[in-house]
């Protein structure tokens, strides 16, 4: 329990100068939006580029290991979305961003030192498996059903020629996709870019959860209880229940088992709130379910460190 709040603590520390700085005048509210947006178009998509390019595709890619970790995370976009609508009557484009929280755990920030600290190193395989397709299958799942949803009544021509204008403008997708052609063509790129590049992706998850802090001052949860709730039990409880029991059904390695069950059971990542603060809106539900989530996935990590062989 000790290592394990040595890992979540620092996330919520700086979340917390965030808000702090921000509340009491020190950070200005404008200077939050400036902040998202160099994290959001700029220092994130460097370190999904850095994260791609650099990455083995090849190592422990076994199709029953993803089947059983996104049939999670689908089935959580899928009853997120349309439980924000149906259930809480929340305009289509808001269920859409709050199905994205259902969707998008948090591998990186959470997953890779919590199973690392929890099996060792050696453990990890698996979770990079998971994490080099994680982004790319998230946001393109994500603003591809965005977009169909913006344009309600539209041609099939027209709306597939929206979706690809906005997945091709949005610079999250534009650096997966850089990533993955430097990793396929092997294209050695010159050391003061990488050294840039590196540069920046330093930033990227500190200034996040820094701006993270700043926009909560302003997205407290009143009203949005019940949803909040309702996500959470998808992103904490339903998903890693999935990829549990599917690992065990597809008779996966222990190892295998490990890293989808893990990374299933994380809070939703920071890039739950990055999706809705790209489209505006839904932010408030998105940035508050980031921030408990990643409390409550204290509990329910340990439940499942009790539970995996």
């Known amino acids: 329990m000790q290592d394990l709040l040595n890992v979540v603590l620092p ?12 509340w009491r005048g020190y950070f200005a509210d404008a200077y939050v939006d400036g902040l998202m947006k160099f994290t959001q178009n700029f220092a994130i998509p460097c370190l999904l580029f850095s994260a791609i390019s650099r990455l083995d595709l090849s190592q ?15 089935t959580g976009f899928v009853l997120g979305l349309l439980g924000a609508r149906y259930l809480f009557n929340r305009p289509w484009e808001d269920s859409v961003a709050i199905g994205f929280i259902g969707l998008f755990s948090n591998s990186l920030l959470l ?3 919590i199973t690392e600290r929890a099996y060792g190193a ?14 790319p299958f998230c946001y393109m799942l994500g603003i591809t059903v965005m977009e169909i949803v913006r344009a309600r009544g539209k041609s099939p021509i027209a709306l597939a020629g929206q979706v690809a204008k906005a997945m ?49 001052v302003r997205y407290r949860p009143e009203g949005d ?4 709730a309702y996500v959470l039990t998808l992103s904490l409880v339903l998903h890693p229940l999935i990829a549990w029991g599917l690992t065990r059904s597809f008779d996966l390695p222990v190892a295998s088992q490990r890293s989808a069950v893990m990374t299933a059971a994380m809070a939703p990542g ?6 809705a603060n790209m489209y ?11 921030l408990i989530g990643t409390a409550l996935c204290i509990l329910t990590v340990w439940v499942w460190l009790q539970i995996l062989p």
């Open 11 to 22: 996330v919520f520390i700086v979340i917390g100068f965030g808000y702090v700085a921000t």
């Open 60 to 74: 422990s890619f076994d199709l029953r290991l993803l089947v059983s970790f996104y049939t999670g995370a689908t």
């Open 111 to 113: 997953g890779l030192p």
């Open 122 to 135: 050696d453990a990890l395989a698996g979770n990079y498996a998971i994490i080099s397709v994680h982004s």
């Open 168 to 216: 091709f403008r949005n610079a999250l997708v534009v650096g997966l996709i850089l990533g993955f052609i430097v990793n396929l063509t092997q294209v050695t790129l010159p050391t003061p870019l990488t050294g840039a590049i590196d540069l920046m992706v330093r930033a990227a998850l500190p200034a996040a959860l820094f701006g993270l802090g700043g926009v909560l």
């Open 225 to 228: 209880t019940k949803v909040i």
């Open 270 to 275: 920071i890039n739950a709130y990055v999706f």
């Open 280 to 290: 505006g809106v839904g932010r408030r539900v998105a940035a508050s379910s980031v």
